[in-house]
Nanobody, 123 residues
Framework: QVQLVESGGGLVQAGGSLRLSCAAS????????MAWFRQAPGKERDFVAA????????VYADSVKGRFTISRDNAKNTVNLQMNSLKPEDTAIYYC????????????????WGQGTQVTVSS
């Protein structure tokens, strides 16, 4: 059973940085892509960024372009999200997700999810 575990969330002031990590465990699995989503209180879960595992191609939501960077570490079996220039509107629970099948859509259709980690940005 594949498990995704996020870490690195916390409280930071506006303009600060945080680095989230997602570790995959439970055996090897063929992943096509991994991604980060976030859900703010009272809002739907939104796409943040995705990375294609084979070649590292990345996709970002417009709201985080130029501030967030998604990366992967094949050896450690992790995906990371470096978040810089954080804003109060970035406050949310951040979820890691994995997709194990081919899809041209990086914005949805993920079949494994982590439990989430809270990110709070104070003004």
């Amino acid at each position: 059973q594949v498990q995704l575990v996020e870490s690195g969330g916390g409280l930071v002031q506006a303009g600060g940085s945080l680095r989230l990590s997602c570790a995959a465990s439970g055996g090897s699995f063929s992943r096509f892509a991994m991604a980060w989503f976030r859900q703010a209180p009272g809002k739907e879960r939104d796409f943040v960024a995705a990375i294609r595992w084979s070649d590292g191609r990345t996709v970002y939501a417009d709201s985080v372009k130029g501030r967030f960077t998604i990366s992967r570490d094949n050896a450690k079996n992790t995906v990371n999200l470096q978040m810089n220039s954080l804003k109060p509107e970035d406050t949310a629970i951040y979820y890691c997700a994995a997709k194990t099948y081919y899809s041209a859509n990086y914005y949805g259709g993920y079949n494994y999810w982590g439990q989430g980690t809270q990110v709070t940005v104070s003004s």
